[in-house]
């Protein structure tokens, strides 16, 4: 069982409230924000991805799956690619973060040609992952556009989000990123792009 210590701050001019929390089995001091209150139970169910990630370039493959990535195979997996990477931080103890799942994943079926995968920072070897994104000072469910510039592009912090607007925002992030889509039809950054 997780310990936790829980400081509820109104937020905003319409009172929204966000959830501070620190995981006893996590870094001292660290502090997730979150979108709203949370409980233990209907953790994110994502698929799990240890070996490194490969793709077929024959043509663009059906990626409408999220697939969990962390500390240990982020360089490999995400920012050794040269395609973009749209990237949900999440904590299944977030009741916020289990609304957005579903516009999350429909949001997949609006916007082609990007690699979804998420980082569930209840794993206490991502917390310093998402440290280094701003994802613990921004809040939770967070997602970012990797790899599409030369910083990671914001597209959702600390909100639940509908689908339409959540590929409205990839969509005008690829675009003011100037990413272009290869040949297989993926998106690659200008700063990676070598076509």
């Given amino acids: 069982m997780v310990a936790l210590a829980v400081q509820v701050t109104a937020h905003g001019e319409h009172g929204e409230y966000h959830d501070r929390h620190e995981h006893a089995d996590h870094h001292e001091n660290d502090e997730h924000k979150h979108a709203d209150h949370h409980d233990h139970s209907d953790h994110d169910h994502t698929h799990d991805h240890n070996e490194g990630h490969t793709h077929d370039h024959d043509g663009l493959h059906d990626h409408h799956d999220t697939i969990n990535v962390d500390a240990a195979d982020w360089d490999k997996t995400v920012l050794a690619d040269k395609h973009v990477w749209a990237i ?106 070598e076509l």
């Avoid at 997949?108 to 998420?118: C, D, I, N």
Wanted: glycine share 6%.
């Fill in 88 to 193: 949900k931080f999440y904590s299944g103890m977030c009741s916020a973060c289990r609304a957005f799942k579903p516009e999350w994943d429909a949001a997949h079926e609006l916007v082609q040609g990007l690699h979804w995968a998420a980082v569930d920072i209840d794993n206490k070897a991502n917390v310093e992952l998402a440290q280094r994104y701003g994802v613990l000072d921004e809040g939770i469910p967070n997602v970012k556009l990797i790899n599409a510039a030369d910083v990671p592009l914001p597209v959702v912090t600390a909100d639940v989000v509908k689908a339409a607007a959540v590929a409205s925002a990839l969509r005008e992030k690829l675009a003011s990123a100037n990413a272009v889509q290869d040949d297989a039809g993926f998106y690659v950054g200008r700063a990676k792009a």
